[in-house]
């Protein structure tokens, strides 16, 4: 039963809001602190979702919130791209520094970031050949809501009611190596390979390395562009910085957003240098793109996450959730397979587990669901391993609790 306090947020937001991202979960947050967040009566969450993986920093981080007060403090919140912006230039020099050399782009969003990586691999595949401007994405991946990155969504269900989707994607099935193989082979107009390396909505399902290997030799011997989508994966959420450095390759374009700005929207994509002609003045912009507030957000969250001990730190604590899922798996058949990398958590199980969210959300765990049996955990990554270990025991009594339910139930219909 919700509060009075939520029963009256409940009835307004019906009220006043677009009704498109169906019943929330039943908590309105007003406070938070490190890996823990407070609701509208003051109780207490253990958050192992970080806001779909964008709170990396978790809440009140020191260095994230004095970055973005002392900008306000300078009084200088945005300017527009008309203007040389030092924070951009910083910012990017960060992004370049712990990725490739390279090239950014500003922008607002995930799906804003692909957005724009599509319009840059189109213009630089029509100006090789005038056929030359179809993307392969893959089954099961999501790209986001706009038009563009809703059309390279290969997922009919993310297409539905909206008409014709924009033309040119080609939807291979993720980890088939003879497929693409052959897509790569008999079409000469493919311009870029677009892809998750971590499908993150589509389940935490993870690339393969020799399927990657395929796309990326393939790629570069035919000058066909290689787009790794990190919106979700990336700023360390994998235990790398970035999800590719796991798979020894560089892809000509990285697209970013979620963690980059620690909670601030803000959204990129990184090229190699000579590809930003393909863009040149008059051909892509956003006015808030990059602005002076996020990019000190951007500085803030990266130099974070650049200090010594930080992602060694990711990994101490995947390797601890790990293990501790791995010993619940042994006690249940419930759990069917336990995917990801570093804090970028897949629990399969044997049915639908968003009934699992709710109760863990009673019990002040945030946690998702993704692909209806998915339980995604996603926590900030400077979680402390207490923390952890409170989430984990409220995860392993219900995963138990449900395990056992189910296999009675199924126990009754043999
Ligand atoms: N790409 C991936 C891999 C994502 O996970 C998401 C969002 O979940 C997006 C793109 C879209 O990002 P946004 O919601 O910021 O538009």
Do not use: W
């Not at 964008?54 to 306000?72: D, E, F, R, T, W």
């Not at 500003?106 to 630089?124: C, D």
């Not at 939807?171 to 107009?189: C, E, G, Q, S």
């Not at 040149?280 to 010594?308: D, M, Q, R, W, Y």
């Amino acid at each position: 039963m919700a509060s009075p306090k939520l029963t009256k947020i409940i009835n307004d937001d019906k009220e006043f809001l677009f009704q498109n991202y169906g019943e929330r979960l039943q908590a309105s947050f007003v406070k938070g602190d490190g890996s823990y967040l407070y609701d509208q009566d003051n109780k207490k969450y253990i958050d192992f979702f970080s806001g779909i993986a964008v709170s990396s920093l978790g809440y009140s981080n020191p260095a994230l919130h004095k970055a973005i007060h002392s900008q306000i403090d300078r009084g200088v919140i945005h300017t527009s791209n008309k203007f040389y912006n030092q924070e951009q230039i910083e910012a990017a020099k960060l992004i370049s520094n712990t990725s490739f050399p390279g090239k950014s782009l500003f922008v607002n969003s995930g799906a804003e970031a692909n957005e724009t990586a599509i319009k840059l691999a189109r213009r630089y595949g029509l100006s090789i050949n005038k056929k030359k401007f179809k993307i392969i994405t893959f089954t099961d991946s999501f790209h986001g809501r706009t038009f563009g990155a809703m059309s390279a969504t290969a997922q009919p269900k993310i297409h539905e009611g909206f008409g014709p989707i924009v033309p040119g994607f080609i939807y291979a099935p993720f980890n088939n190596v003879k497929a693409i193989r052959k897509l790569l082979k008999k079409d000469k107009h493919i311009a870029a390979v677009m892809l998750e390396l971590v499908q993150g909505e589509g389940g935490i399902n993870v690339a393969d390395g020799d399927f990657v290997k395929e796309i990326f030799d393939t790629c570069n011997q035919k000058g066909i562009l290689t787009i790794i989508d990190e919106i979700q994966t990336g700023i360390g959420r994998t235990g790398l910085t970035y999800v590719y450095q796991h798979f020894n390759i560089t892809p000509d374009i990285l697209t970013l957003a979620k963690g980059l700005g620690g909670g601030i929207p803000i959204g990129a994509i990184h090229a190699k240098n000579y590809l930003s002609e393909y863009l040149p003045a008059g051909t892509h912009g956003t006015t808030f793109g990059g602005n002076h507030l996020a990019c000190a957000a951007v500085i803030a969250v990266l130099s974070e996450i650049k200090k010594n001990t930080f992602i060694s730190n990711v990994n101490t604590l995947s390797d601890h959730f790990f293990e501790r899922l791995k010993k619940i798996k042994q006690k249940t058949g419930y759990i069917k397979s336990i995917r990801g990398l570093g804090l970028h958590i897949g629990i399969e199980l044997a049915e639908d587990g968003n009934k699992l969210v709710d109760e863990a959300l009673s019990e002040k765990l945030i946690i998702n669901c993704t692909a209806g049996n998915v339980i995604r955990l996603m926590p900030p990554l400077n979680i402390s391993m207490s923390a952890v270990d409170e989430g984990m025991n409220i995860l392993e009594k219900l995963i138990l609790k449900y395990g056992e339910i189910y296999e009675n139930t199924q126990n009754k219909l043999r």
